[in-house]
């Protein structure tokens, strides 16, 4: 009899402590592989600077940008955008103010105020989400450069800061403005220049791609029988502002330069009313148009002039080395190995970080330019994948789910040039499918 009641009781503690343990597993946040604590820790991030005068749509762009890229899409290649929740839902709530076509259009940003959005670059791939590079969004006043005062000093030299800094800046132009050239209003060509020249020192100063948002694109419909004559009509427009056409001549060899064109709500969704407001269709269902191109080609476009800018002999340097490696036994594996941080190939691209235009590439960005110049060297991928040890493994996926972030963007800039080549204003820094 005792030796039962010890057997039950052994049996009894056993049971509780497995118990305990089971509560401490499910309780316990699961701990990361020391590879992916490493990838998370140094997310490449990439800040975005976006400038448009009172009114452009500046706000009404970003909610939109948000809402079309949410949650994973199969035409984006499972790519999405994640924000914190506060913003997240007040960007949702912005979004559905305006798409709401018996309600009123939102408040614009007030003067001087900022607002800062960090978006993760986000990939569903093999049943796993991957956080691959955050992209930080600055959302300035355009009453700051507009309507300038004394007590809005501080606030000026904070933004000049911002685009010195910045991955790639936006100047949102505003679609009713082109509209109104384009219908001989009155003074239609001086309302032109109000809308571009704030912001063109700005775009001189900065040394990052620039891209010029055309937005309320769904308002310049009349203007042509297609997009691609729409758009022509607006860069032959635009060229003819001195200003414009100044920065344009100054800049298009060295820098990338697009026009794009977006809209928040889509064709046939808002109208212009007589007295030249724009208002909604009561019946109307809003499309977002071109929303996604922006952040999409914020990373292609800086990788692309920073390996333009690279002279001849460093490029040359770089991809040799990067094929050595590439070729080398273990293929596109090797670029997932722990030591590869320290080879030759990224230790001179660290090095260049610092003399090529936006130098402020940190460490972790130019990892990721080292993998966007390797694509020409990525074709066996998926078996080098499977030859790598486990610790590698972990390392490579995240460098294969990166690989295909980075070529789910491209594609989306290569889409828009091929079915808007008006697109790029800069003459040597055009992408090739």
């Known amino acids: 009899m005792e030796l039962v009641i010890v057997v039950v009781i ?24 020391p590879v992916r604590q490493a990838a998370q820790h140094l997310l490449p991030t990439f800040k975005v600077v976006a400038l448009g005068v009172p009114g452009s749509g500046k706000t009404a762009l970003l909610a939109s940008m948000f809402y079309r890229q949410w949650a994973p899409r199969p035409e984006l290649g499972n790519y999405y955008l994640r924000l914190p929740h506060s913003d997240a839902y007040y960007l949702s709530s912005l979004y559905r103010e305006i798409s709401d076509p018996t309600g009123l259009w939102p408040s614009g940003t007030g003067v001087g105020q900022e607002r800062e959005f960090e978006f993760g670059c986000m990939l569903q791939l093999d049943g796993a989400h991957h956080e691959l590079a ?10 700051l450069l507009t309507e300038a005062s004394p007590e809005h000093l501080s606030s000026f030299e904070v933004l000049l800061r911002h685009v010195e800094e910045a991955s790639v800046m936006l100047v949102i132009i505003d679609g009713l403005r082109l509209r109104q050239y384009f219908d001989g209003h009155v003074n239609a060509a001086f309302r032109l220049d109000l809308a571009i020249r704030p ?18 694109w769904d308002l310049l419909q009349p203007i042509g029988f297609d997009d691609r004559e729409r758009l022509r009509k607006c860069r032959d427009a635009l060229l003819s502002n001195e200003a414009f056409r100044a920065l344009v001549l100054t800049h298009n060899r060295d820098r ?12 046939g969704f808002a109208d212009l009313a007589p007295g030249g407001h724009v208002v909604k269709r009561a019946d109307a269902e809003a499309s977002p148009t071109y929303v996604e191109i922006p952040l999409c080609a914020v990373v292609p476009d800086l990788f692309q002039q920073v390996e333009h800018a690279l002279d001849e002999a460093a490029r040359t340097q770089v991809m040799g080395e990067l094929q050595r490696l590439m070729g080398r036994g273990g293929g596109w594996a090797n670029l997932a190995a722990p030591g590869m941080a320290q080879t030759p190939a990224r230790r001179l691209l660290r090095s260049l970080a610092g003399t090529v235009p936006n130098g402020g590439l940190a460490a972790e960005s130019v990892e990721l330019l080292a993998e966007w110049l390797a694509r020409p060297f990525l074709q066996e991928r998926e078996d080098a994948f499977r030859q ?27 889409s828009l040039q091929e079915q808007l080549p008006e697109s790029v204003l800069s003459y040597e820094l055009r992408y090739l499918p």
């Open 10 to 33: 052994v049996g009894a503690v056993i049971w509780l402590i497995d118990r305990a343990r089971k509560r401490r597993r499910q309780t316990a946040p699961a701990a990361a592989s």
């Open 134 to 143: 955050r992209i930080k969004y600055i959302d300035y006043a355009g009453e």
């Open 199 to 216: 912001y063109i020192q700005l775009a001189l100063r900065a040394t990052c791609p620039v891209q010029f948002l055309i937005t309320k």
């Open 256 to 267: 990338m330069l697009r026009l794009i064109p977006v809209s928040a709500v889509g064709y």
């Open 388 to 414: 790598v040890d486990a610790f590698a493994a972990q390392r490579a996926t995240i460098l294969r789910a990166r690989s295909a972030l980075l070529e789910i963007m491209r594609r989306q800039v290569v």
